[in-house]
DNA sequence: AAGTGGTCTAGACCACATT
DNA sequence: ATGTGGTCTAGACCACTTC
């Protein structure tokens, strides 16, 4: 149809995350040079460079001047599933996870909804709602749009038997998450969900997730303050990495 | 001293993001042009191009096509890695960090306080508790026990110029760091400390850190739920992640 | 010597917004 | 009409690795 063609440099992304994703490239497999890129893709070396840049930046790939480009391996991906899958979280404390699906419909992208999600507005997204046990107290409600054609059976899963989020991972491992936590006040329906107390606040979790180089779901997560927390252990040596060039730059100018 | 010089599109980040943490660009501002950039750096315009489109990526900026290129109000909102200074945090966002000191003293070790600074009971531990400010705004309550071994000067701080945290770094630097993320409501004093309303709830970061492989500082920060979020993007090669599991000695210490 | 990534340039065309 | 960002090109020089 009409739709203004995405920029070359984006094609060829979508071409490289593709081959990464159907296991066509394999993790430290080489992928092609800027300039066969160039040659077969009848694009400049700028713009190749532009796509293998923009992948290294979002951790596809693996640059070495003078030898090449590499593919990454994702495996930790383990983690971000691990903390994606509440029905997991609650086995590793070796209670009872069950789950009450009060909704799962059809609807269409427009708005925010359709840029979070990276759609075209009109686009189908399916909307659940769920609300969590463990060991039969509620510990949270899910709020979950998932792009309809990344899950096209999405509303024929029996979700009291396995999580929207096992799920997902189980169409294709996810490789990246977005997240903001908060703290807000509940909507009376939320609270009475959740069986929680007159004034007591809910912590949000709002989490984005990418599959195949795209956002597939966007994830509200309601927990009631007086039963859940979120806990992490930090090693900076570790952490620098990401950011660390920012990171660097800032501390010398705000001295 | 002639260190290979940085690439000239990064000193041109380097420089406006110099201006941003200054307060010299401010939320809402106008960027030079690519067209300016370049002539006045003396730099190509893709030059000039690359660097803006890298600080609209780290969201410094946003460009509208045909408008220009913008200095964006960062949204109170920090990497639940790097929460470690809400100066540097602040100062990041280009707003003015200030702060009010309500108490410091010293006091024992006793019970869940000694266990989890991993003292003797009845050592000398220095207790903090100060207010910071975004733009004059409160935005943290900020509760801290230091061992008064590893700090001893920590009383003669002028905690209104540097943070504890900056402090404490300056000592030795923070080796591991252990968080819980809450949502509750806040007690009253708390609540006007903050200038909330009357049911809004805190967001609650109790954090612990370790340096010279031993505790050195327990955290209590409350932030209001209505101006403060976490925020984190997590990609499978970067290792931590914020886990939901139970923390039994931070628990009992929060009452 | 040949290939690789890293950077840079001086042009170019386009869609868009402001004047 | 002018200026803006968004993209793209066909060259170029460099430092590095491999052969």
Same sequence: chains 1, 2.
Avoid at 63 to 90: C, K, P
């Amino acid at each position: 149809m009409s739709a203004t063609s995405k920029p070359r440099y984006q094609q060829l992304k979508d071409r490289i995350i593709g081959q990464i994703s159907d296991g066509e490239l394999r993790p430290g497999d080489r992928v092609s040079s800027e300039n066969q890129l160039a040659h077969s893709s009848k694009v400049s070396r700028m713009t190749a460079n532009r796509a293998l840049r923009e992948l290294t930046d979002e951790g596809y790939v693996e640059r070495i001047a003078g030898r090449g480009t590499f593919v990454l391996d994702r495996r930790a991906s383990s983690h971000v599933r691990d903390v994606q899958n509440i029905a997991d979280e609650i086995a590793r404390r070796g209670h009872q996870h069950s789950c009450r699906v009060l909704r799962a419909t059809r609807r269409r992208a427009r708005g925010e909804l359709a840029s979070a999600l990276d759609t075209p507005p009109g686009a189908s997204i399916y909307h659940l709602q769920l609300v969590h046990f463990e060991n039969s107290v509620p510990i949270q409600v899910e709020d979950r749009d998932v792009v309809a054609s990344f899950a096209p059976a999405c509303l024929e899963q029996d979700f009291s038997r396995i999580t929207p989020s096992a799920y997902l991972t189980s169409i294709c491992p996810l490789q990246e998450a977005e997240q903001v936590v908060r703290a807000e006040l509940p909507r009376p329906e939320v609270r009475d969900w959740l069986q929680m107390k007159s004034q007591e606040p809910v912590l949000v979790v709002l989490r984005r997730t990418w599959a195949r180089g795209r956002p597939v779901s966007f994830a509200r997560l309601q927990h009631p303050g007086s039963r859940y927390e979120l806990s992490g252990h930090y090693r900076p040596n570790e952490s620098e990495f990401a950011q660390a060039t920012d990171v660097v730059q800032l501390e010398a100018l705000s001295k």
